[in-house]
């Protein structure tokens, strides 16, 4: 367990004015002009709908001059149609923005979800077996959202709603700076509510999502293509239901708590703005009647406040409510992001020459039993080994720690001679393919299915697409794939669906298509009989000529064509040799051996 998190070390928090800054340089980089015009644009709309203010006053101001018979009917409708044009401006200004927001949010959200990806792609694999690391890991991508709330919302308060609010500030101070100060006081305890409340909802998504996970998990239960048929034939929908609704129950019992404290405090806070409207009304109405203010200026500020009011409460009760209820999400984020990766000193090509295992034991997050223990194991350049024994012996575990996916606990592991650990991942695993025993069915075509570990900068081969299909007996002339190489395989997106070996010869030709030095079949054809299996092995074998190959298999048939068979067994190897030199003395292998004889009779 604490080799996954606690390996980590203490990540600090990101502060409001990092995510701004982090999002601001990202979209510097992917698309200045953008930026720019989008910045710009807020600014204008702020200013813009301010200044409504001065054609209403001016307006105000003609209509008591033309009462007074001081004005003439034709400036007095100059000024009100200047009023109108300005406030349709306004709107479609309004319109504009909102369409220039949602436009720059997805691309953002676009460039942030390609670094959360890259990122899930860099972390050491072993994170993935400690589901303290897996709630991270869904706390990230619901953060993700929660960034592009928090910062476009900040910008939104900070250039837009600034803009208006100083513009109307300076016009409050001209006028009385009385004003001014009332209206400003009335929204310091909003201020501090606002921290009160980012608070509260910070606390709620850390508790909350290890129950969201699990309730997503159910949902998938029920509703998925793959779990569907055994979800209906075994009759478990009300099973699932059942711990859908438990899940959905503590997930939404604390929403609904720290919801319920948030919306009391803005109770409270909406009564204290209340006081500060009053009290705004009362002074404009005794500066008038001290003849301090014209009838225009009141009839301006007058017809401004509830538009000042309204926008001051979406601010603090709406605008700043959404961050502080997306800012502890957000920051899940960035505590992904910052999470250390698994880096090697070394950056040295790697040739996958001989690798040597010494003293090595390897422990699985939240386990206190070893899957390995006190290995050691040479294995010679081009040599083909198979690995076997009974479920849980810690088979597939050793082929990942040679394929370097995982380091040891305790021991070390040698590729050319250089420690694994010190060697830079990417370098690691360079060279290696595997084909593991829970294999992906990609829902795309057979060809892009082969062709997933090409790197983009490698052209396309059709020849070798189609030779590692015949060499992994993958029928491409069996009436079903009516398009060859470009049908679609998979339901889910209008194509044809697969047999379960079929699958699984796909999904060997994808192994054999990476160009590699070591290669692993981790028990990849359990559809498939002994026979066949036996058969695809030796082609493999063939295949791997002057390659290192790791088979590892239950089914000893196909272990003969092995240059040595390892026998594991709790985690240890308990015996090593060649088919005849096992079966020449007593143990498991020979044991073993005897009671599948009947599948290849």
């Not at 961050?323 to 040295?348: H, K, M, V």
């Not at 050319?416 to 595997?434: C, F, H, K, N, T």
């Amino acid at each position: 367990m604490d080799k996954t998190m606690d390996k980590q070390g203490t990540v600090k928090q990101k502060s409001l004015l990092g995510m701004i800054r982090h999002v601001m340089i990202l979209e510097w980089k992917k698309n200045p002009v953008m930026l720019v015009f989008a910045i710009v644009f807020a600014a204008v709309m702020g200013v813009v709908t301010a200044a409504n203010v001065f054609f209403k006053q001016s307006f105000f101001d003609s209509v008591g001059s033309l009462a007074e018979g001081n004005a003439t009917l034709s400036r007095t409708l100059m000024c009100g149609v200047g009023m109108a044009m300005f406030l349709v401006l306004t709107l479609l200004l309004q319109g504009a923005s909102q369409l220039i927001y949602n436009n720059f949010n997805m691309l953002i959200m676009g460039h942030m979800g390609t670094l959360l990806n890259e990122k899930a792609a860099r972390i050491d694999p072993i994170v993935y077996e400690d589901n303290r690391c897996l709630d991270q890991i869904n706390k990230a991508y619901v953060g993700m959202e929660a960034v592009g709330t928090v910062v476009f919302t900040t910008l939104s308060i900070v250039l837009s709603n600034m803009a208006y609010f100083v513009f109307m500030g300076c016009y409050f101070f001209s006028i009385k700076p009385m004003l001014l100060l009332v209206f400003a006081l009335s929204f310091l305890p909003s201020i501090v509510g606002s921290f009160i409340r980012r608070n509260m909802f910070a606390k709620m998504e850390h508790l909350s999502a290890p129950h969201r996970r699990k309730y997503e998990y159910f949902e998938k239960c029920l509703c998925s293509r793959e779990h569907a048929k055994e979800t209906r034939l075994w009759r478990g929908e009300s099973y699932f239901k059942r711990l859908y609704g438990k899940s959905l129950d503590k997930y939404t019992d604390l929403q609904w708590k720290t919801t319920k404290r948030s919306e009391l405090i803005m109770i409270a806070l909406r009564f204290m703005l209340l006081s500060g409207y009053v009290g705004t009304i009362i002074m404009l109405f005794y500066y008038l009647f001290q003849g301090e203010i014209g009838v225009g200026a009141f009839a301006a500020v007058f017809s401004s406040l509830d538009q000042m009011f309204d926008t001051m409460d979406g601010v603090f009760n709406y605008q700043i409510g959404a961050i502080t209820r997306n800012f502890g999400a957000a920051q899940n984020y960035y505590t992904f992001l910052n999470l250390r990766e698994r880096e090697g000193t070394d950056p040295g090509a790697v040739e996958r020459g001989n690798i040597e295992l010494n003293g090595v034991s390897f422990t699985y997050p939240n386990s206190s039993k070893p899957a390995l223990e006190d290995i050691n194991l040479t294995v010679r350049k081009g040599e083909t080994i198979a690995i076997v024994g009974v479920n849980g012996s810690g088979k597939s575990t050793l082929t990942r720690l040679l394929s370097g996916l995982y380091l040891p606990d305790k021991g070390r592991m040698l590729v050319d001679g250089r420690d694994a650990s010190e060697i830079a991942p990417s370098r690691l695993y360079r060279g290696v393919s595997a084909v593991f025993q829970r294999y992906q069915s990609y829902k795309m075509s057979v060809d892009e299915n082969v062709r997933i570990s090409e790197t983009g900068k490698t052209a396309a081969n059709e020849a070798v697409v189609r030779d590692v299909l015949e060499k992994a007996d993958f029928p491409l002339d069996n009436g079903k794939l009516t398009e060859g190489l470009n049908t679609m395989l998979g339901k889910d997106f209008g194509g044809i669906d697969l047999s379960g070996g079929q699958w699984q010869r796909l999904a060997i030709a994808r192994g054999l298509y990476r160009d590699h030095e070591l290669i692993i079949l981790d028990e990849p054809t359990a559809a498939i009989d002994p026979l066949e299996e036996a058969d695809i092995y030796r082609k493999f074998a063939e295949i791997s000529r002057d390659k290192t190959a790791f088979i590892v298999t239950h089914r000893l048939g196909s272990a003969q064509i092995a240059d040595r068979i390892i026998v594991m067994d709790s985690g240890r190897i308990e015996d090593m040799g060649t088919h005849e030199e096992l079966m020449q003395r007593e143990g498991k292998y020979r044991e073993m051996y005897h009671a599948q004889a009947k599948w290849y009779a």
